[in-house]
């Protein structure tokens, strides 16, 4: 087992947590534009009711992880699914994992088209490059790399949007009257889909720490990770709405906020959001390696560097096209894992509660 004494075990489930959510779509802007913003101030409820499933999601994963002491995913899979639905399970994953690459390196692309004005697929390939180079340090250089840029990530978000709420005038537009979202008729229904597809790579890095912290730190910074991620989300929301529906022609939604208070801003939140990318692009690439090999191990390296390679033409399409396409699958193929999470832990424990009085 690795020593990771260099971080507080309690910190890398925060940043972990928040790091493989807070990709592309997330830092950008985009996947929030589709799922929340789409469904006018109605999206704000979708919100909250995203904030409590990954807060309650993110203990129950790490509760589970540590009290079975699990190093993969299949591990945690057998645990809450059993042998036939978690071997179903994995082979989701096993295309999930690699689809969610697949976006990351197109959001590189798209941040480097956007903000620098550079070839598309110059970012793609720059963002690919960096990732292999981190995934060959095994999970050591992916806590690493999250540790200190997570906070970055969260920390630029609040302060643009925060910026957005007091002094920007915004555009035209009621976002009252917006006409719904494409990932799903009702803004409870997007929430769901939303928490189901971005649970899939939470529980394949999360579940590899399941030997490294306690059960009562994992548990709380769980939760903790989870409602951070509600409190960011909100925060775009509001200020999503507020630019709406201007911000609705932006590939990266966010730097067009960020650009209505000068190049400066634009600038550093530009940068930030390559660095959501990069480190949502390590948590797939981590989580989907980790299952064939060690971390750190030969078959480890070539198994992620081979994945990014292979994810290199699909990422040349169009960001924004890939959020809207394979994220709402993702989130129908994430059902499964999100009922299990949902409702197998709390079965047991009423379960075991019955069988000590009977």
């Avoid at 979708?46 to 992880?65: D, E, P, T």
């Avoid at 201007?246 to 067009?256: A, D, F, K, N």
């Avoid at 906020?257 to 190049?263: D, M, P, R, W």
Wanted: aromatic residues 12%; hydrophobic residues 55%; contains cysteine.
């Amino acid at each position: 087992m690795h020593n990771f004494s260099r971080w507080n075990p309690a910190y890398k489930v925060a940043v972990l947590y928040a790091g493989s959510v807070i990709g592309a779509g997330f830092a950008s802007g985009q996947e929030i534009l589709q799922f929340f913003i789409s469904f006018g101030k109605k999206g704000l409820w979708g919100i909250v009711l995203a904030s409590l499933l990954f807060a309650y999601l993110g203990g129950v994963v790490m509760a589970m992880a540590v009290t079975a002491r699990t190093a993969s995913y299949m591990d945690l899979y057998r645990l809450i699914l059993g042998r036939t639905c978690g071997k179903i399970m994995d082979w989701l994953s096993l295309v999930m994992l690699p689809g969610g690459v697949v976006v990351m390196l197109a959001g590189g692309g798209a941040v480097f088209s956007e903000f620098l004005g550079l070839s598309r697929s110059l970012g793609t390939v720059f963002t690919a490059a960096v990732t292999a180079a981190v995934v060959f340090g095994g999970l050591r250089g992916v806590i690493s790399a999250n540790a200190l840029l997570v906070p970055l990530k969260i920390a630029a978000i609040a302060v643009v949007c925060l910026l957005a709420l007091v002094f920007a005038q915004g555009t035209e537009g009621d976002p009252g009257y917006c006409a719904g979202g494409d990932p799903g008729p009702h803004w409870a229904w997007s929430a769901i889909l939303y928490t189901s597809y971005n649970m899939v790579v939470p529980a394949a890095v999360l579940s590899s720490l399941g030997r490294t912290t306690t059960c009562h730190s994992g548990v709380i910074w769980g939760i903790t990770g989870g409602l951070v991620l509600g409190v960011a989300a909100g925060l775009m929301v509001l200020a999503g709405l507020k630019f709406y529906p201007g911000v609705t022609g932006s590939e990266v939604p966010l730097l067009y906020i960020a650009g209505s208070f000068g190049v400066s801003m634009k600038a550093v939140f530009g940068g930030l959001i390559w660095a959501a990318v990069l480190t949502t692009a390590m948590a797939d690439t981590h989580g989907f390696a980790s299952r064939f090999a060690d971390s750190g191990s030969v078959k480890y390296k070539v198994t992620g560097t081979g994945l990014i390679l292979l994810a290199l033409p699909l990422s040349m399409l169009k960001f924004s096209l890939l959020v809207k396409i394979l994220y709402p699958l993702f989130g129908y193929a994430g059902l499964i894992l999100l009922a299990a999470l949902l409702f197998v832990p709390p079965l047991r424990f009423v379960r075991r509660k019955i069988s000590l009085i009977v």
